[in-house]
Each structure stands twice: as C-alpha cells, then as structure tokens.
C-alpha cells in the first residue's frame, strides 16, 4: 500500500470516528500488542529509547514563545507527537517543522482559547512531559502478513481483498503516522528490506494505526446528541476542521479533492478493500 493511499484510510478511520462521537483522545497512548516502553535511563544517563542523533534534553521554559522553525529537532518531534496525540494532524512525524505543523499548533492554541500560534511556556511543560518520545515496537509475523505486492493495473488491483503495503518500512511508517525516512533515521541498524519478525523497531511514542482492526462500515445510525458536528473543508489550506457547534475538536490535513471548498456538513465514510471509494456528505450522520 502507498503511503498517501494509507494516509487517507488513516484520515478516514479518525474523521469518522470523531464525527460519530468516540471523542478526542487526550492521554497519553497505551501500548498495543506489540509495543514496548522505550528503556529508561541507564547509569550513563542516557535514555535507550531516543537515537543518539535525537538528544531528550529540552531548553528552559521561560515566559517568550518559540516560533516552530526555531524549535530544536527533540522539541520539533515532542510537538509533532503532542499534536498527533491530540488529534490536532501535524501531518508525518518527520522532526521537520512543515507547513502542516504549524498549521495544526495554531489550530490547537486556537482551541485552547489562545491567540499564540507559537508554543509558549505551558506547552513547552507538556512537551517536556512526553516521556519516553520514542518507544520500542516488535515487528511481528502478523504485521508481515500485510506486506506483499501491489498489481499495477486496475483491475486487479480492484480484486484485491484487504490493505497490502510495499514494504515492512511502509507498514511501520504508516503505523506510527511517520515518514518512512525518519523511522530509517530512528533506525540505522535496521536494513527495513530485510526485516524479520521478532526485530524490535524505535517508533515515535503515539496511539498505533492498526490497519488490522478496520473493517467495512455499511451505515452508522445518527447519534441526535452529536447533531452539531460538522466538518469545515479548507481546501487552500489542505484541512478539515471537526467542529462541534462552535468548539473545534480536531484537524486533519492533507488533500481532499472530492471535497468543495467551505463544505459544512459532516462527512460520512465508505470503505472497499485497500482504498477508501468515496467520501461524502450526510445531514443525518
């Protein structure tokens, strides 16, 4: 599966899920099978679950904010990470201060009532918070059962029966919601096109997309306390916006070519086998 295939059936699973009224996940993740808390410090100091060229050790907090391209490369990923946890999309994980980052902190602070868009010494606290930034996630026979070879014309393509990544780095990648070279980056040692089961991977510390669990939704009964949320589309801005009345809950970035610019009626999803057919709107949902 290609990433931007896999991005938008990441993108699916949460807007539906947030539009149906699962809610905004606010904790800190939990490990799914597979997934490992990341050593603690040993007697050197140093923490095993971040690589070395990622130092953990964070500036000062003071009262100045700190605009996103002057963050360091450990802040800029805390950030990405706080974000993603917050259904606030940073887009990839990729310790790269892009577009999408700060679209989505300035998202974020907006719905803290807040008129910074950069981060500011409260956020700095809950950045230095993310303790370990990175975890250990175990490659697995199950996960290897996903990857295999894509047809290249469409029709057979459509007779595919269920999602299928490249490769096993396009499977972590998408799992841990990063870029494929900056899992590469957490993982010199690592030779991705030879991985085997039982390896044992850095990933970023986040809620797992587990592709395994999605399944084809038919219809979705209306939830009447969940009338008042929509989706904004903001198609210059690449975003979507999920709002409940007037209190913005979540943003997801991306492309959205099907979707017109100002659309504000919420969004219903229907899945097919490896791709998402169509996304479109439903008063009712």
């Avoid at 599966?1 to 991005?7: A, L, Q, R």
């Avoid at 719905?111 to 981060?119: H, I, L, M, N, Y």
Wanted: include cysteine; aromatic fraction near 8%.
């Amino acid at each position: 599966m290609s990433i931007p295939t896999c991005f938008f059936l990441t993108i699916a699973v949460l807007v539906a899920a947030q539009v149906r009224g699962q809610g905004i996940p606010t904790e800190s993740p939990t490990a799914s099978p597979g997934v490992s808390p990341g050593p603690t410090a040993g007697a050197s100091g140093t923490s095993g679950g971040s690589p070395a060229n990622h130092p953990t050790t964070l500036p000062h907090a003071n009262a100045s904010s700190i605009p996103v391209s002057a963050l360091a490369p450990d802040m800029l990923t805390r950030l990405e990470i706080f974000l993603d946890s917050r259904s606030f999309g940073p887009g990839k994980i990729d310790g790269k201060a892009g577009e999408f980052v700060e679209l989505a902190l300035s998202r974020y602070q907006m719905a803290q009532g807040k008129e910074s868009q950069q981060v500011d010494a409260e956020l700095k606290q809950e950045l230095k918070a993310i303790d370990p930034p990175y975890i250990g996630y175990t490659f697995t026979e199950a996960d290897q059962g996903w990857i295999g070879r894509i047809p290249a014309k469409p029709a057979a393509l459509a007779r595919v029966k269920r999602a299928i990544y490249r490769s096993p780095l396009d499977f972590i990648a998408e799992r841990f919601h990063s870029d494929p070279n900056f899992i590469k980056k957490l993982n010199p040692k690592i030779k991705f096109d030879q991985l085997k089961p039982g390896t044992l991977i850095q990933v970023p510390n986040i809620q797992p997309f587990q592709v395994e669990t999605i399944n084809p939704v038919p219809d979705v009964p209306s939830r009447p306390e969940f009338a008042q949320r929509i989706i904004k589309v903001d198609t210059k801005a690449r975003l979507l916006d999920l709002k409940d009345g007037d209190r913005l809950l979540a943003i997801y970035t991306g492309r959205f070519p099907h979707l017109e610019e100002g659309d504000d009626s919420a969004l219903g999803i229907v899945y097919k086998p490896r791709i998402i057919r169509e996304i479109f709107a439903n008063k009712n949902l």
